[in-house]
């Protein structure tokens, strides 16, 4: 079983924090993709990364893919309200995204 | 912006008794999925489709578990004799190319 542990799995911070998301795992994956879900709906494609060391950015958010693609780090500048939500990271090995392991969780609440 | 649309977004059923659970993908996508998230759980790859076939499906989905594409719009998940564990969120998602999944807003399944 591959697993993805994210880290930490709940955070609540202050509106204008900076903060950043663990998503880890002992295998090797393709790809990684970042979602957001909100309460009631499915979850949204944030970001994929492929190559190991990839960094993107998504205006105040950066994704990291590690250098061994086994893990990846999401990275919020000065969080608003609006980010709040479940951060899930999501790994795929067969290079299709034909089967996405998705990693445990990240709820983040941002309060004024 | 196009969206994947399921139906219904709750159904209740004894357990025992046969479900089919619809998805509407987007129009000129052409991989199709289904998820589920059991309750306070991650979210579980179930199966994949391409081309009329399974790509690849999980552990989870048996024998109990079958996917069809009835005509060109409908991508349908049945459960032929549902159990107590099979209560979850069921997620329908499609892709115009790999990598990049679109999912619906789910099904709220409660077998009692």
């Known amino acids: 079983t591959q697993l993805l542990e994210q880290s930490p799995q709940f955070l609540s911070i202050q509106e204008g924090e900076n903060l950043t998301v663990y998503c880890n795992s002992s295998?090797?994956?393709?790809?990684l993709q970042w979602y957001r879900q909100e309460p009631g709906e499915g979850p949204v494609l944030l970001v994929t990364?492929?190559?190991?060391?990839e960094v993107k950015k998504l205006k105040r958010l950066t994704f990291q893919f590690g250098d061994a693609r086994k893990d990846s780090s999401l990275h919020i500048t000065a969080a608003q309200p609006g980010d709040t939500g479940l951060y899930l990271c999501?790994?795929?090995?067969?290079?299709?995204?034909?089967?996405?392991?998705f990693g445990t969780g990240t709820r983040l609440q941002v309060t004024l | 912006e196009p969206e994947v649309t399921q139906t219904p977004s709750h159904q209740v059923t004894q357990m025992g008794q046969e479900v089919i659970l619809r998805c509407v993908p987007i129009?000129?996508?052409?991989?199709f999925y289904w998820y589920r998230q059991i309750l306070g759980q991650k979210v579980e790859f179930l199966v994949s489709?391409?081309?009329?076939?399974?790509?690849?499906k999980s552990e989870i989905f048996d024998d109990q578990f079958s996917v069809e594409r009835p005509d060109g719009s409908n991508f349908t998940l049945k459960i032929r004799s549902t159990k107590l564990e099979d209560s979850a969120m069921y997620f329908c998602?499609?892709?115009?190319?790999?990598?990049?999944?679109?999912f619906g807003n789910g099904t709220r399944l409660t077998v009692t």
């Open positions: 489709f391409y081309n009329n076939e399974i790509s690849e």
């Open positions: 999501a790994g795929d090995r067969t290079g299709t995204a034909s089967k996405l392991t």
């Open positions: 998602a499609s892709s115009a190319r790999r990598q990049a999944l679109h």
């Open positions: 295998s090797v994956f393709s790809s």
């Open positions: 990364v492929v190559t190991g060391g």
């Open positions: 129009s000129n996508h052409l991989y």
